[in-house]
Nanobody, 121 residues
Framework: QVQLAESGGGLVQAGGSLRLSCAVS????????MAWFRQAPGREREFVAC????GITYYADSIKGRFTISRENTVYLQMTSLKPEDTAVYYC??????????????????WGQGTQVTVSS
């Protein structure tokens, strides 16, 4: 049973940077598609980024060029040029399967508890 634990969230001013970490236990991140999602109050959970077994990355248009996903066994999300609209709870997710629908939360079997990111203007 894969377990995921996020850390690294916090309060940052607009234009600042944060690095989120997702610690993986009970399995290896390299055996899974690893993703980051986020959910703001009153909004649906939305895809941010993912990385495949072979290291191919996909990004949401809203964060492309500002966020970078990477993986050792821990999975990271480096966030730069943060905006107030990036404020959300950020979740790490994993799936051992590839269906192509990497942007859909329904595709992921394992989730962390989330870490809050707040960007002040």
């Amino acid at each position: 049973q894969v377990q995921l634990a996020e850390s690294g969230g916090g309060l940052v001013q607009a234009g600042g940077s944060l690095r989120l970490s997702c610690a993986v236990s009970g399995g290896r991140s390299s055996s899974h598609i690893m993703a980051w999602f986020r959910q703001a109050p009153g909004r649906e959970r939305e895809f941010v980024a993912c990385i495949t077994w072979s290291g191919i990355t996909y990004y949401a248009d809203s964060i492309k060029g500002r966020f970078t996903i990477s993986r050792e066994n821990t999975v990271y999300l480096q966030m730069t040029s943060l905006k107030p609209e990036d404020t959300a709870v950020y979740y790490c997710a994993a799936t051992p399967n590839w269906s192509g629908y990497y942007y859909s939360p329904a595709e992921y079997n394992y989730w962390g508890q989330g870490t809050q990111v707040t960007v002040s203007s």
